[in-house]
């Protein structure tokens, strides 16, 4: 009996010893310290939301050739929280149709967040494009988890969709591009030195 109970005890430890040198064996290899750069790219996935996630042309400019059918495609992301139909209940979050023009956090029957309620001013086409980019950093504390739109043009089609939808308020014009900005400035400036130019003459 006792010679049993030696054998399994050496065993045992012999197992124990194993284990112990194949942790120092692996700990050497596979050593945990913290990478230089955290995480990886996914290739082929578009970054959405953020300040700085696009840098082209203004909301007027991209309101001016918005495409109320693909507004539509995009909204159907939002789809899932909102309505947009005259009447239509709130969800998630409110009822959207006719929102284009109103205060905000001003739907009735939908609890907003305080973030959102200290917002004042009305749902522009400026604020909702600057909404719809990043809801986190228009209204620091949100209720609203959506990351945002990174896509200027995207943000357009669905400001235009959900201008149709019963708030129909005239666009904004399109900015002027940089070049014709700057003849536009140096303009009067020539026509005020014409005059001079004459009377010298």
Known sequence: MD????????????AGIIALG?????????HGGRPEKMGY???GVEAEGGAGADEGPGIATLLASADVAAGEKVFGKCAACHT??????NGIGPNLYGIVGKPHASIAGFAYSDALKSVSGNWTFEALDAWLKSPR?????????????GNGVDRANVIAYLNAQGSNLPLPAAEAAPAEAAANAAEPAANAAEPAANAAE
Do not use: P
């Open 22 to 30: 194949g942790t120092i064996v692996s700990g050497k290899i596979f």
């Open 84 to 89: 947009v139909n005259q009447g239509g209940a």
């Open 3 to 14: 010679d049993r109970f030696n054998t399994m005890a050496g065993w045992a430890l012999f």
């Open 41 to 43: 790219a996914i290739e």
């Open 137 to 149: 950093a228009y209204a620091d504390g949100t209720k609203m988890t959506f990351a945002g739109l």
